[in-house]
């Protein structure tokens, strides 16, 4: 139990477009998602917390307006790459919370793969 | 934040030795956690150990932690060439969100 869905695993765009990542709890509800992002070889870093129902929290440094978080149920939050540059090729991961679960606990998706051209 | 550091960075063994890699962190903390990642792919649990613990087994893994030093270990023993991946530590932090560590990147060669 506690999967954790991420699509589309991997995407390709142009610069100025923008993509849409969804997250998806399979198995059991979520109240709280997160979004990081991963560089190459590097560490995760947190982007911003996502509660359903209300506005996401963004960690400093990362803008809101180009990353807009939709979490409008239990089990679904999207990222919205806005206006997508090379830059924000990345690595993108989600993970959820289990509603009325330990804190601690955390199920990661597999990740989602941008590629902006 | 406090980002977690994890040494070495990179470790290359062979199989059936034991893999040491450590992670340290900055502030006090409920739990930490080690994660593993395969190349490209999502994270995977591994282990949880909370703060008023010193040590605990899962299999062939075992973590220990001081807090004093504010430092974790993870031991992966009678390595295997499956167990090559990436593997962090992470820290609680705001609500439960976590705080990574860099990784420490293992190879383990048949």
């Known amino acids: 139990g506690a999967v954790v869905s991420q699509h589309p695993s991997r995407v390709i765009c142009k610069s100025g477009t923008s993509v849409k990542i969804e997250c998806r709890s399979l198995?059991?509800?979520?109240?709280?998602m997160f979004w990081y992002r991963q560089f190459p070889k590097k560490s995760l870093m947190l982007m911003a917390t996502?509660?359903?129902?209300?506005?996401?929290?963004?960690e400093q440094g990362v803008e809101k307006d180009k990353f807009l978080i939709n979490h409008a149920s239990l089990t679904l939050s999207t990222l919205t790459v806005t206006s997508a540059h090379p830059e924000d090729s990345s690595f993108y991961i989600c993970s959820a919370g289990l509603a009325g679960g330990p804190q601690e606990t955390q199920y990661f998706g597999p990740g989602t793969r941008l590629l902006v051209l | 934040s406090q980002q977690g550091e994890e040494d070495p960075q990179a470790l290359s063994i062979q199989e059936g030795e034991n893999a040491t890699m450590n992670c340290s962190y900055k502030t006090s903390i409920n739990n930490l956690q080690w994660y593993r990642q395969n190349s490209g792919r999502g994270l995977v649990h591994l282990i949880l150990?909370?703060?008023?613990?010193r040590e605990k087994h899962s299999g062939r893994l075992r973590v220990t932690l001081d807090t004093s030093k504010k430092s974790s270990s993870l031991l992966i023993t009678a390595s295997r060439a499956a167990d090559t991946a990436s593997y962090f530590c992470?820290?609680?932090?705001?609500?439960?969100?976590?705080?990574f560590g860099k990784g420490t990147s293992l190879l383990v060669t048949p």
């Open positions: 150990i909370r703060s008023n613990e």
């Open positions: 198995d059991f509800q979520a109240t709280t």
């Open positions: 996502s509660n359903e129902g209300s506005k996401a929290t963004y």
């Open positions: 992470a820290t609680d932090y705001s609500g439960y969100a976590l705080n």
